[in-house]
């Protein structure tokens, strides 16, 4: 903050020729309320009816909610607010539509940019969330959001400050594209290793193929089950709680049934091994019922800790197949779920010779690879944002015609 600077009593340090407004002065704010009548239909009769708590967000919401006797209206690009729990989510309207007593609508005024708000109310949020009353669940009234403090750049420096947020977004959003369709890509190259093996396409109609209790396989694999082809150490795990975790704090991974859950100054694995959900996982058809952890690292006990026999089967092949199977008809219990090392042994496996396994597994990894690049950039862009959001909201940043400090998106 240079020193052409004022400090505000509630906002803090903020650029001399920023205002200070409440909400209200610069925005239009309609809060909604229920509807006299809302119907549920496919015919998109009305408009359709946004309540907030359980359609947030939801542009075209899945239950088909529609007001037929519209009342309290929010129009395409208003900013909708959420009043009632959760308090401060922020979305933006893509259509016109009504809104029941969850939300409010907020349309800015001549001195304001609505992209600006959006994301001013976005680096908001906590502060918002802070200022909500009532016994049964929070919520914030027309005279909490009127009553609204904002700091207000100029004009031409609100647009500036949006453009490069929604920069930013926009390049979240197009690295979320590139990774659906990485994953897409991967599971069509799965659908064909897994029928008929390592060969190109041109090549699958003559491969030999042979029906099995887990679909079409090329004749020459084997259908095994998944004692037979790995090593299984779930009497070394030691579940840790909460507690006896904060008094560890360290570098070395605590891993569950989804994945690391927290750090600890110990291990009691040391290699590679496969980690298998035993409850509380995703055990569908291209799902992360497992998942690959090298090094040392400690395992509680919602993951069974599996180990590829190495001259039978590979770990990472072993991953992989157990991603591309469809477990979840095997899964017992109540709505957690639960894999049973009894049941987790009998397992049906596709297993071809050591070297299709090898050629099989560099192939995918290949796009695994390509996916893991591809959400390390998204981290960094998402990181990216919130720096640029707090630092742009409060001044720190300045952007516009007159300032020559705008930020690049490049991650």
Known sequence: MSENA????????????????????????????????????????????????ADFGDIYPTTRKWCSSPNKIAEKDD??????????????????????????????????DSKYL?????????????????????????????????????????????????????????????????????????????????????????????????????VHWQVVRLGEV???FDKQRIPLNEQQRAKMKGIYPYCGANGIVDYINDYIFDGEYVLLAEDGGYWGAYEPSSYLMRGKFWVNNHAHVLKGKSDICTNYFLHLVLNYLNISPLIGGDARGKLTQAVAKRIPIPLPPLPEQQRIAEMLAAVDEKIQAEEQRKAALQSLFRSMLHHLMTGKVRVGAQHHSAPTTEA
């Open 230 to 232: 790995a090593d299984i």
């Open 118 to 218: 959006f994301y001013h109310l976005l680096f908001s949020q906590e502060l918002l969330e802070s200022k909500g009353t009532g016994t049964t669940f929070k919520q914030i009234n027309k005279e909490t959001v009127t009553h609204f403090l904002i700091p207000l750049p100029p004009l031409a420096e609100q647009r500036a400050i949006a453009h490069v947020l929604t920069s930013i977004q926009r390049a979240i959003e197009a690295t979320e594209q590139v990774i659906a369709a990485a994953r897409e890509l991967k599971k069509a190259l799965m659908r064909h290793l897994f029928t008929y093996g390592p060969v190109p396409p041109a090549e699958a109609e003559s491969v030999p193929l042979q029906e099995t209790e887990i679909g079409t396989l090329p």
């Open 6 to 53: 004022h400090e505000h009593p509630d906002l803090g340090p903020l650029p001399e020729d920023w205002q200070v407004v409440r909400l209200g002065e610069v925005a239009q704010i309609e809060m909604g309320q229920s509807p006299p009548s809302i119907t549920y239909n496919s015919e998109g009769i009305g408009l359709p009816f946004f309540q907030g708590k």
């Open 79 to 112: 900013i909708l607010l959420s009043v009632r729990a959760p308090i401060g989510d922020v979305n933006i309207a893509t259509q016109r539509c009504c809104i029941g007593r969850g939300l409010t609508a907020i349309r800015a005024g001549a001195k304001s």
